[in-house]
Nanobody, 121 residues
Framework: QVRLVESGGGLVQAGGSLRLSCAAS????????MGWFRQAPGKERGFVAG????????YYADSVKGRFTISRDAAKNTVYLQLNSLNSEDTAVYYC??????????????WGQGTQVTVSS
């Protein structure tokens, strides 16, 4: 089993920045990639960004390209998401996710508990 713990969410003004962190523990050897999803009120959860151990990617949703950056610290088993130029449409609960090599981002194997990001205008 893999445990994912997010941190770094909060309230920020439009145009501001935040950095989210996701620390993985447990059977991390089974993880091939980690990433971020988000879910706004009344909307489905959607892929934001992903990065793999093998060097594939990173991958981004079109809506965040050029504004968000995903990175990882292999030694700390931690993935980060830098959020810049935030706007109200970025308000959502952000979830960390991890998947095995055989899985796809359409159905990750593990989820974190989520962290709220609220952008005020």
């Amino acid at each position: 089993q893999v445990r994912l713990v997010e941190s770094g969410g909060g309230l920020v003004q439009a145009g501001g920045s935040l950095r989210l962190s996701c620390a993985a523990s447990g059977s991390i050897f089974s993880i091939n990639a980690m990433g971020w999803f988000r879910q706004a009120p009344g909307k489905e959860r959607g892929f934001v960004a992903g990065i793999s151990r093998s060097g594939d990617g990173p991958y981004y949703a079109d809506s965040v390209k050029g504004r968000f950056t995903i990175s990882r610290d292999a030694a700390k088993n931690t993935v980060y998401l830098q959020l810049n130029s935030l706007n109200s449409e970025d308000t959502a609960v952000y979830y960390c996710a991890a998947k095995k090599l055989s899985s796809s981002w359409s159905r990750p194997d593990y989820w974190g508990q989520g962290t709220q990001v609220t952008v005020s205008s």
